[in-house]
């Protein structure tokens, strides 16, 4: 068969998945990602090693479709959005650690900006808040902090430019590009003319000759460099796109109104806007979706980010050793029937949308001799739904006429969560019959690229759901959803 790959370069992993034309996966290989936390507040990734597991999956996976005689036509590429890495075009070794989104070692110089009033003009320019989860700010403290002196040719992208130019030949010809879904969380880009904002760039301090050139999220990117990756040496790369505007595509959210949740690292909500860029919403942000370029116009999301959500469950096997596998906390969580009042908010990182709090902290509140591991396991459920359910209810304040919420993500297994889900939000929760959604719409988009597939028609009917989740009486949801508005309060 032929087949299109997606490399999925996530925060806590890489991934290389195989999809043949019914969108199904055919083989699949992963490798863990190494996280560094130098300081409290600080998280940081090594480029370098990004660079080599995308390289390992890659050829893992062309290794065995290739023997199963099977031919690779193109590649997708996906990416943890906002971190930030700094590197020399001449020289193959990165000096410093990428800055993770979830780091906020920036959240001083943001309170800066906005005391100086600056936040109004970023706004309406991008769609963001101002806020240290994007990438502006990582950028200026990496130049500030010597990243690029030495520099011949100093670079500043996300990673979805640091692995183009890495699989495309790096110092022997690797493009420096990236795309409009990914451009769109720099807080550099405006978004009506999907172009580097040069009052931003002034703002910021960032050098515009620093920053790659913004092809579409559709085009050819260039070919796989036979240094790099022999197995799939000249495979054409020819979809980009960061990891939730690809999960929106790979759950077939082609109409305006659509709506995915992914819960991953983070807990993620879009909804397809449309051809335009929305009015400024409150406690949302707008971003671009995709360019599909010759496919047709730019497509807008509004957007939901809860920074901690599958990370709490890792925080809970890992540091607190409440569980032995993330797997097992579902029945766990499932074995009490309430948390015995107990409240957990996972501002590990801050909090996101729609309240968008750098200073605020994690907290377990409501604690008493009754409380046992299943009901801090139950309270870390829990909120995630409360999570996502604040910002659907943000979306459906602001007019957003929600039908339904498809939902992705290892933490989409659980049906405990996709239930609480459907009730707290008071709408259907769709789950998706795969949950690699971020994955299938790298693929599906670089496929389209090069006619493997028509049309988005044609994409939206591969798409189909494994369960769906209806929602029931909200009063008891509603009563804990109360108390844990009290508890985000205190934190």
Not at 414 to 432: K, Y
Request: charged share 20%.
């Amino acid at each position: 068969m032929d087949l299109v790959l997606a490399l999925d370069a996530g925060t806590t992993g890489v991934r290389t998945i195989a999809f043949d034309s019914r969108g199904q996966v055919v083989r699949t290989a992963y490798r863990e990602l190494t996280q560094f936390f130098p300081h409290p507040g600080e998280v940081e990734h090594d480029a370098a090693e990004i660079a080599d597991l995308a390289v390992a999956t890659l050829r893992e996976v062309a290794e065995h479709v290739r023997a199963e005689g099977h031919r690779v036509v193109a590649l997708g590429l996906t990416n943890q959005r906002e971190t930030t890495v700094a590197f020399d075009r001449e020289r193959p070794e990165v000096e410093r650690r990428a800055i993770v989104w979830q780091d906020r070692r920036t959240a001083p110089y943001c309170d800066d900006l906005r005391e100086r009033g600056r936040e109004p003009m970023i706004r309406s320019s991008t769609g963001l808040v101002l806020d240290a989860y994007f990438s502006a700010t990582k950028m200026r403290w990496l130049l500030e902090h010597g990243a690029l002196d030495s520099a011949l040719v100093g670079s500043l992208g996300t990673i979805d430019t640091w692995l183009l130019w890495w699989l495309t030949g790096n110092v022997d010809g690797g493009v420096f590009v990236s795309e409009p879904s990914n451009a769109s969380r720099t807080m550099l880009m405006n978004l009506d003319t999907l172009a580097w904002s040069p009052s931003l760039c002034q703002l910021f301090e960032i050098p515009s000759h620093f920053l790659a050139e913004i092809r579409p999220s559709s085009t050819n990117f260039g070919t796989i460099s036979a240094a790099v990756v022999p197995e799939l040496a000249g495979v054409p790369i020819t979809g980009v796109l960061g990891d939730q505007q690809a999960a929106l595509f790979g759950q077939a959210c082609f109409q305006p109104g659509t709506v995915k949740a992914t819960y991953g690292t983070g807990a993620f909500v879009l909804a397809n806007a449309g051809p335009r860029p929305p009015d400024v919403v409150d406690g949302l942000l707008t971003t671009v979706a995709w360019d599909l370029g010759a496919f047709g116009p730019a497509t807008y999301a509004l957007e939901g980010s809860a920074f901690v959500a599958g990370a709490a469950i890792q925080w809970l096997r890992d540091e607190l050793e409440f569980i032995g596998e993330a797997s097992e906390l579902e029945a766990l969580a499932s074995s009490v029937l309430d948390s015995a009042g107990a409240q957990f908010v996972p501002a590990f990182s801050g909090l996101g949308s729609p309240f968008w709090r750098a200073d605020a902290r994690g907290s377990l509140t409501g604690l008493s001799r009754g409380v046992q591991r299943a009901h801090v396991a139950r309270a870390l459920v829990e909120s995630l739904a409360y999570q996502v359910r604040a910002m659907t209810d943000a979306f459906i304040a602001n007019g957003l006429n929600v039908h339904e919420i498809r939902a992705d993500g290892g933490a989409a297994a659980m049906n405990l969560l996709l239930g609480l889900q459907a009730t707290n939000s008071q709408r259907p929760v769709l789950r998706s019959a795969s949950l690699e959604a971020t994955a299938r719409g790298a693929a599906t988009l670089a496929g389209l690229e090069v006619g493997y597939w028509s049309s988005l028609d044609e994409l939206a009917s591969l798409w189909h759901a494994d369960q769906r989740f209806e929602p029931e009486d909200p009063t008891l949801v509603n009563v804990g959803y109360a108390a844990w508005l009290r508890a985000v309060e205190r934190s």
